[in-house]
């Protein structure tokens, strides 16, 4: 048997902000049904965004999309999306949390294989 992940689902009280903010991410929309559900794609993730008409209080998503130049980007929309802190460099790679309208925590991350290649060496 094997598993095939078809989307995520991701609550949020204000579909339009929402929409808009993953449009940012490089999402595409596929479709709105207004005030009620909206479907993104980006390659071949699909992330459904649920209206719900209740706060939720923050939390991580799990959700980590994959930016060309996260500092470009990071400075780009620094004054238009809510960041979790500064730009933090691992071995791998690079990454900043930033919370989309309903309160979930996205991971934008931009992976550096050239640090790990001279790590190896």
């Not at 993104?40 to 959700?63: H, T, V, W």
């Not at 691992?90 to 992976?111: E, S, T, W």
Request: glycine share 6%.
């Amino acid at each position: 048997m094997s598993v095939t992940v078809y989307m995520f689902i991701i609550m949020e009280h204000d579909l339009p902000a929402a929409i808009e903010f993953y449009m940012k991410l490089g999402f595409t929309l596929k479709f709105h049904l207004k005030d009620q559900w909206a479907e993104m794609l980006a390659d071949n993730i699909k992330i459904g965004l649920c209206y719900i008409s209740q706060e939720l209080p923050e939390r991580r998503s799990g959700l980590v999309v994959q930016v060309e130049n996260l500092v470009s980007f990071y400075e780009t929309h620094k004054d238009t999306l809510s960041f979790i802190g500064e730009i933090k460099e691992k071995i791998h790679g690079m990454m900043v949390g930033v919370k989309d309208p309903g309160g979930n925590i996205v991971d934008l991350y931009q992976p550096t294989p050239e640090k790990v290649t001279e790590l190896i060496k």
